[in-house]
């Protein structure tokens, strides 16, 4: 694996932990990106790069 694409698997890990953290606390419906990018820590265009939409990223996480 070389550097890039382990940023890119750590990036992608750090929305999926933000994304179930902020389910703890309340319905999916109601989560934003914006959330999800600033409790990850990272830009709304690297969510993006990632992933189409909050149901994609549900998938993703399901997935795994």
Do not use: Q, W
Request: negative net charge; proline residues 2%; aromatic residues 10%.
């Amino acid at each position: 694996m070389t550097r890039l694409e382990s940023k890119y698997f750590v990036t992608a890990t750090k929305m999926d932990e933000a994304f179930l953290r902020l389910l703890e606390k309340k319905d999916i419906s109601y989560i934003t990106v914006k959330e999800i990018c600033e409790t990850a820590g990272v830009n709304r265009s690297t969510f993006y790069l990632h992933y189409s939409d909050i149901p994609g990223l549900l998938a993703e996480v399901e997935n795994e």
